[in-house]
């Protein structure tokens, strides 16, 4: 199980549609941001428009170490490394593809996203994609004091 080098902090974050700036979203073709809650009650915030969906949930209860026992529900998951901190690919289907980032022993967040439509370059290969996304959350995150 691959360790957190520089742990940030999830667990004070109530919204997660904070996570990401309005600068980054137009960087990513992403709006209109909802904030909601799973079906478990784990916060997470969800964009949509005609191209693209993400969703990005936070997890400030859980590690990493359980997303892995779980990887054989997940199906063709691959380990990742975003920004330096260790992760989980999850390719769901061909036009949609998350990614597990632990950024604490438990807490993990996951970026989610569903491409709508091929209307930019980056959005061909939709892992790299949500890696950019994860990338820019990871970016705003505090670090554990």
């Known amino acids: 199980m691959p360790r957190v080098a520089n742990p940030k902090n999830l667990k004070d974050v109530a919204d997660p549609c904070q996570l990401i700036t309005s600068q980054q979203l137009q960087e990513l073709g992403a709006s209109d941001p909802r904030p909601g809650k799973t079906e478990s009650g784990v916060p997470k915030c ?5 191209n693209l969906a993400m969703t990005l949930t ?7 170490d359980s997303v892995y026992a779980q990887r054989n529900r997940f199906g063709n998951s691959q380990e990742t490394t975003v920004s330096g901190y260790p992760g989980l690919r999850i390719a769901s289907f061909s036009m949609s593809c998350g990614v ?3 950024v604490a022993e438990t807490q993990v967040f996951l970026a989610d996203v569903t491409v709508r439509r091929d209307v930019r370059p980056e959005y061909k290969d939709r892992c790299v ?3 950019k996304v994860a990338g820019m959350v990871l970016s705003n995150l505090p670090a554990v004091n």
Do not use: I
Not at 46 to 50: H, R
Not at 58 to 64: D, E, N, R, S, V
């Open 46 to 50: 969800n964009w949509k428009n005609d």
């Open 58 to 64: 936070t997890y400030g209860a859980q590690g990493l």
């Open 100 to 102: 597990y980032v632990g």
């Open 129 to 131: 994609f949500a890696e």
